[in-house]
Structure formats: C-alpha cells, structure tokens
C-alpha cells in the first residue's frame, strides 16, 4: 500500500517527530506546575520559557515576554477583538477584510449582532488583493481595531501588512493580524511591522494542535479573556500546557532553520505548471505574484471539487477545497465569492504544501489528477442547479 501524498497543510501540518519526541520528554520529565515555586514547578517554569524565546524569535518580536500562550489561531483572534475593543471603550468599529478566517468572520458576526459593534468590511479584488482606497477610507476616528490577515488561508495571497500599520495608528486604533498561515512560511517581522497583536498557531509548522500563542507588542492595552489566575502574567488563567507549548518552541525552532520557501515555491510551480499542460482550462486563483510559496488554489472548470477529492482520497492523496473550517458544507467558498470567483467555488481545489513534501509527491499526484479531473466535469444543467 502506498504511502499517503499530503497536499493540505494549510489546514494542518503533519507533526515533526522532533517536535513529538520534545513533547514526550516533557511530558514524562516536567511533571511540575510551571506557576508552583518547587523545583518540579521552576523545572517546567524554564522549559516554558524557553518555548517563549524561540516563538518570539520566529516571528520577530523584541521581548519574549510579548507572546501569550493560548489554546490555538482562533482563541487568539477572538482575544485579539474582544481585547481591543475594551481597550478603545469610546470606539465601537472594527476594519476588517471580506476574506478573514472564519474565526474572525463569525466573531464579529456575532459582535455586531449582539453587542452592537460596526463592522466595516474592505473589499478585495479578484486575486484577492486588498483595496486600499477603500481601506483607507474606512478608517475613522470611530475605529477601535483593525484585524487584517497576514496570509489568506485559501489563495494564499498576501496582504501588505507593514504598509498598512501606519494609517491604523494615525486615526487611534489598535492593529492585529491573523498571522497563523504566515508564520514560519513568510518573513512577518511583528517589530518591524508595527503591530499591535498577532495571532499564531503551531499546528501550522509542525507543531501540535491545540497550541497557539497571540503577540502582544510591549505596551499594548490588554484585557483579559480568561480570567481567575494569574498565569501567562495575568493575562490568560489557567495551567499552561507545557507538554504542547514545549513542542511549539521546537516547531518554531526548526521552522527558522529549515522551512524552504525556494524549493515550496519551485515545487508548487511545477505543479501547476504540469497540470497546466494537461488541463489549459485550469485557472490559478490568488495573486500570483504576491503569496505564499506553499499553495496553489486551481479552479478546474466544470469539474465537481467535492467529486475531485473523493477520488483523490481514494488514490492516497489528501487535498482540500478550501479553509477546513469551512469543509463538509455545500456552501460555496465565501473567500471565493468575495473576490469575485463565485463561478469557480465549487469546481476549486487548494493543493497547500509542506517541507515534508517531495518531487516524488508531486509526481504521484499528477499521474492521477488529470484523469479525476476529466472524469469529475458535470453537465454544465447540473453545475448550475
């Protein structure tokens, strides 16, 4: 039986054993409270610390003691809002994109809805790019955050976060970025960017799920979404998982010294490329120019995406049509849509790729894709329907 092609690591990446093998050391030999002032408890006290340096360093942070630890990317983005907001109790307004995740999307649906917070929501193009006229003009003395994604999940696309700091501060707000898809895949440099707050996630690089840390630059307003101790330095209660946080700072370690963006890119190239030969009709989506080495979003018109990966499984290949968050559903892509590509949301596949990946995946996957592909187009009376 031939081993599995994983192609959707923008919904998770496989664990690196090292990570694993860092996390069951922890897990056996720092059996102490990190918050406990006994040996055991300083024992756990300095591995997680240490956890905190190497996160810090990958993304580019001063002090280490500007990352929080959390349960994950989504926990971070709602700290994020609900934090910025009590920050600013004068402003009532959130800037935000119409492609954020859907952690932020359904947070500030239901922040409109039940706390009467404005959400003003700047459009993008068809690839995906930000209107910046229209950014710009959404900002307003009324604005208490501005919450834009480093990297979207789907496409790809990058969002130029450093030129887009400056007009946020200039009107009084806070800025955050989802940055769980950029972060080791990406330069983000949170420092240099200027920004307030970034949310991250270490079952993006490598690490284990259930384990994500927010970025708070030195100085930032901060109020507490979880609340009764004193941990992660009163800013969110309960123990922290040392075993998962131990295995984010290995994750975040190697990612600095090994993560390829040259080769991703070169592999993703080729399979586009090659797809491309077999199948002309084959649209990339995204901003091609601007986005991360990784991914590849293909439309394949008149093609049934869900029928696609079906039969993609069946053939050992793993891939998605688009967030996770968002899989299982007949919904169309609402990233899709917002760009203007609602045409192609059921027929698109995300191929999203990692440092585990190899030429011989990508050979694999081409030998089945143009056929499923072919066999996968729908009456264009039922694609409609």
Do not use: W
Not at 24 to 42: F, I, K, T, W
Not at 208 to 226: C, D, E, I, M, Q
């Amino acid at each position: 039986m031939q081993s599995l092609v994983y192609l959707d690591a923008n919904a998770t990446t496989p664990i690196d054993p090292r990570v694993a093998e860092a996390m069951l050391v922890a897990s056996m030999d720092l059996p102490g409270n990190p918050s406990s002032g006994h040996s055991a408890g300083r024992a756990a006290r300095r591995a997680l610390e240490a956890a905190r340096g190497d996160v810090a360093a990958l993304i580019g942070a001063s002090r280490p003691d500007e990352i929080l630890f959390t349960s994950g990317g989504s926990e971070s983005n709602l700290t994020a809002i609900r934090a910025s907001l009590a920050a600013r109790p004068g402003r009532h307004t959130v800037v935000t994109s119409t492609i954020e995740h859907a952690s932020i999307h359904a947070t500030l649906n239901q922040l409109a809805t039940i706390d009467g917070v404005a959400v003003r929501r700047v459009p993008v193009d068809g690839c995906g790019r930000l209107d910046l006229e229209a950014y710009q003009a959404a900002l307003g003395s009324d604005v208490a955050l501005v919450t834009l994604m480093s990297a979207n999940n789907e496409t790809g696309t990058l969002f130029p976060i450093p030129d887009l700091v400056p007009a946020a501060h200039a009107v009084g707000a806070l800025f955050h970025t989802d940055a769980v898809q950029a972060a080791g895949r990406t330069d983000i440099g949170v420092t240099a960017s200027g920004v307030d707050m970034a949310s991250l996630s270490a079952h993006k690089l490598h690490g284990p799920k259930g384990v994500g840390a927010l970025y708070l630059r030195h100085g930032t307003p901060f109020s507490s979404l979880v609340t009764g101790g004193g941990q992660e330095r009163g800013r969110r209660a309960g123990t922290e998982n040392v075993p998962g946080i131990v295995g984010f700072g290995v994750a975040a370690s190697l990612v600095r010294t090994e993560a390829d963006r040259t080769c991703l890119a070169a592999l993703r190239d080729r399979l586009e490329a090659t797809i491309a030969a077999v199948l002309p009709d084959v649209v990339v989506l995204g901003d091609r120019h601007h986005r991360l080495a990784n991914t590849a979003c293909l439309a394949f018109p008149g093609a049934d995406a869900e029928m696609m990966l079906d039969r993609l499984d069946r053939a050992g290949v793993a891939a998605s049509a688009g967030s996770a968050c968002a899989a299982g559903g007949r919904q169309p892509s609402r990233v899709l849509v917002a760009m203007g590509q609602g045409g192609f949301a059921r027929s698109t596949i995300r191929f999203s790729l990692s440092r585990f990946n190899s030429d011989a995946d990508i050979d694999r996957l081409l030998t089945v894709l143009p056929s499923i592909a072919r066999e996968a187009r729908v009456p264009l009376a039922e694609a409609a329907a």
